[in-house]
């Protein structure tokens, strides 16, 4: 008899394991899946590069207390991420900074004159609906359709003015020329990839673990008191409302034999191809190598549900869900697909350090 059975062993599942266990309590964690790390999982590939198999992951947090509990389970290594964007023929820092607007525009502002730039191209008196209104707020119609509009197409598939504006919130407008994507104070890789930090998370002699196992077909083989479930919620309910959309991608590989494909961990491609962005191993691991794996993102309608969709009548139907589970005596949902969140990694291990807080 389990006190816990844990589905999911992705960041939100695995924390909760962990700090179960730390708490006395005999836990099962299971996934669907042949590995352990969710979205994160990274491994070798046939050319020895290690390569995120699920998309790119920078590990970022204003959070110390959630930096301070991974760093129990790994070291670091220095990484601030930096993007470019292909626009109109030139690679330039994303987010927008005084660099970008003088390389596209040929004029010479600094960081006391740009302000004013902005403010002559921004939609004043508006207020903010959607993910569009979030962009054309502060740097205007132009920069928004070279740096988002296409984009944000080509990720969702649903115009920007019909999404939440919390999607292109992430992306700040910058005053300066910093041109690192994050700014948060704790950043970095986890030193020898996110699997084997997991696999450290995990190594606990209250833990079992069991793979290649869907929650369906053990649910009622399996002896446990309590449950915390980070696979999709309406998955859970058997779609009793109706299928939460999610939006998928496929990635495409490509080892080149060069020591480096491009001058930045990631490029992003607005307004061309049907990938949104190619990011680049080895910028974010250190790792050297004669030979170099990109990944290319193409954006999918079906396939694994890598993204919750930030719109409102997907927040109504997800409410319809959280009210069934809050019916419910001692299960509990967390994570990305368990919330259905747009959230960062930091966010579903903070989520799960204050979920196990309050468990007995
Ligand atoms: P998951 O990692 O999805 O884990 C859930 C697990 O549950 C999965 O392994 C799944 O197989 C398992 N499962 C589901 N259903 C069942 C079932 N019925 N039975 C058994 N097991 C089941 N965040 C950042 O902070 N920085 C980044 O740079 C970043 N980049 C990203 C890039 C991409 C392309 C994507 C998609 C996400 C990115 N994220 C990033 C977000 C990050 O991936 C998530 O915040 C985090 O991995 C979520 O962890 P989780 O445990 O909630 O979910
Ligand atoms: N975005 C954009 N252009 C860019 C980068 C981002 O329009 O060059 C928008 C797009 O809608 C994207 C969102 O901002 O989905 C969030 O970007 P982020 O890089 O945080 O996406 P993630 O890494 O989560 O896929």
Not at 32 to 42: Q, V
Not at 313 to 322: I, K, S, T, V
């Amino acid at each position: 008899m389990f006190d816990y059975l844990v589905v999911g062993c992705g960041l939100s599942g695995t924390t909760c394991a962990r700090l179960l266990a730390e708490k006395g309590k005999q836990v099962l964690i299971i996934d669907k899946r042949d590995h352990l790390a969710g979205n994160t999982y990274d491994s070798y590939d046939e050319h020895g590069i290690l390569v995120h198999n699920y998309g790119p992951h920078v590990f970022h947090t204003v959070y110390k207390d959630v930096w301070d509990f991974l760093s129990r389970f790994t070291g670091w290594r220095d990484y601030e991420h930096r993007v470019l964007a292909y626009v109109r023929g030139k690679l330039v820092p994303m987010p927008i900074n005084v660099d970008t607007v003088n390389t596209l525009y040929g004029t010479g502002y600094d960081e006391s004159s740009i302000a004013g730039f902005y403010e002559s191209v921004r939609e004043k008196d508006i207020e903010i609906k959607n993910a569009r209104d979030m962009v054309v707020s502060k740097i205007g119609q132009e920069l928004y359709e070279l740096f988002f509009r296409g984009y944000t197409l080509k990720q969702w598939d649903i115009d920007p003015q019909d999404l939440d504006s919390e999607v292109t919130a992430r992306i700040p407008v910058r005053y300066n020329r910093d041109d690192r994507y994050f700014t948060d104070p704790y950043q970095g890789m986890p030193e020898n990839g996110y699997t084997a930090m997991v696999e450290k998370m995990l190594d606990h002699p209250n833990i079992s673990i069991l793979l290649n196992t869907d929650f369906k077909a053990v649910r009622d083989r399996v002896e446990y008191a309590r449950l915390i479930f980070t696979g999709p919620i309406d998955y859970f309910f058997d779609y009793r409302f109706g299928r939460l959309p999610y939006r998928s991608l496929w990635f495409q590989f490509e080892t080149h034999e060069m020591e480096y494909y491009q001058p930045a961990g990631t490029v992003n491609y607005p307004n061309d191809y049907d990938f949104t962005r190619i990011t680049e191993f080895k910028h974010l691991t250190g790792q050297q190598s004669t030979v170099t794996t990109i990944m290319k993102e193409y954006p999918a309608s079906q396939g694994e549900p890598y993204y919750p969709i930030p719109r409102k009548e997907n927040r109504d139907l997800y409410n319809q869900y959280a009210q069934e589970a809050a019916r419910l005596n001692h299960v509990w949902f967390t994570g990305r697909l368990g919330k259905y969140k747009y959230a960062n990694m930091d966010i579903v291990v903070k989520d799960a350090m204050d979920l196990v807080t309050c468990l007995e």
